[in-house]
């Protein structure tokens, strides 16, 4: 079992930065691809970047390529989002998840084995 806890939501101005981490306990001696999901009011919870375990793969979703970054540091077992240019669509719950193994393509969220429970990032206009 991976327990994961995200940190580092909150409201910032249209243009603006945040970055999330996620910190993993539990069972993390074993290899696990990490990503970053995001879910709007009235929307489906939609894959938003993700990285292998070794961290030398990166996937983004093409609505955030050029402004965030997914980086992992495997001896904190903690995974982050940095997130430049904000804009207002970027509004969400943020969640962090784990997935068996590695990634070769950007996973779907059935995919991923254990979830977070969400921070919220709120961008004004």
């Known amino acids: 079992q991976v327990h994961l806890v995200e940190s580092g939501g909150g409201l910032v101005q249209a243009g603006g930065s945040l970055r999330l981490s996620c910190a993993a306990s539990?069972?993390?001696?074993?290899?696990?691809?990490m990503g970053w999901f995001r879910q709007a009011p009235g929307k489906e919870r939609e894959f938003v970047a993700a990285?292998?375990?070794?961290?030398?793969?990166?996937f983004y979703a093409d609505s955030v390529k050029g402004r965030f970054t997914i980086s992992r540091d495997n001896a904190k077992n903690t995974v982050y989002l940095q997130m430049n240019s904000l804009k207002p669509e970027d509004t969400a719950i943020y969640y962090c998840?784990?997935?068996?193994?590695?990634?070769?393509?950007?996973?779907?969220?059935?995919?991923?084995?254990?979830w977070g429970k969400g921070t919220l990032v709120t961008v004004s206009s």
């Open positions: 998840a784990a997935a068996r193994g590695t990634v070769v393509a950007p996973p779907a969220v059935n995919d991923m084995d254990y």
């Open positions: 990285i292998s375990w070794s961290g030398d793969r990166a």
């Open positions: 539990g069972r993390t001696g074993s290899s696990y691809a």
